[in-house]
């Protein structure tokens, strides 16, 4: 009984985690502004990856495996962020219509 619980968390795991990818996927090719781009893309980096990470640790029969998979996240999740501020700053310090893409209109029209 207790592998078959396994499995099936392992499974749920896996296949969320896969659904967060194809989604996050979509979105980096749908949208056309890096920002919007970099948001889909810190999903499948944080979410998708911790998802597909946790499923694995279902799986995972030694300790030693267990932690090399945290350490993957510890890892993730440190330089996703870093990288993702550096490249939106760099987008917002070089692109000159950066203000129009972020602008919004309210319920009037006027910005």
């Given at each position: 009984?207790?592998?078959?619980?396994?499995?099936?968390?392992?499974?749920?795991?896996?296949?969320l985690?896969?659904?967060?990818?194809?989604?996050?996927i979509?979105?980096?090719?749908?949208?056309?502004?890096?920002?919007?781009?970099?948001?889909?893309?810190?999903?499948?980096?944080?979410l998708?990856?911790?998802?597909?990470?946790?499923?694995?640790?279902?799986?995972?029969?030694?300790?030693?495996?267990?932690?090399?998979?945290?350490?993957?996240?510890?890892?993730?999740?440190?330089?996703?962020?870093?990288?993702?501020?550096?490249?939106?700053?760099?987008?917002?310090?070089?692109?000159?219509?950066?203000?129009?893409?972020?602008?919004?209109?309210?319920?009037?029209?006027?910005?």
């Amino acid at each position: 009984m207790n592998e078959v619980l396994r499995f099936v968390l392992c499974a749920v795991f896996l296949t969320l985690g896969t659904a967060v990818i194809a989604v996050g996927i979509l979105g980096v090719f749908r949208f056309r502004f890096v920002l919007n781009r970099m948001h889909c893309a810190a999903l499948i980096d944080t979410l998708g990856a911790l998802l597909i990470v946790v499923g694995l640790l279902f799986a995972a029969d030694a300790p030693v495996y267990v932690w090399k998979l945290l350490a993957v996240v510890m890892l993730l999740w440190i330089g996703s962020p870093i990288a993702s501020h550096l490249v939106a700053r760099m987008e917002l310090l070089t692109d000159p219509d950066a203000k129009k893409h972020m602008a919004s209109e309210d319920e009037d029209g006027i910005l």
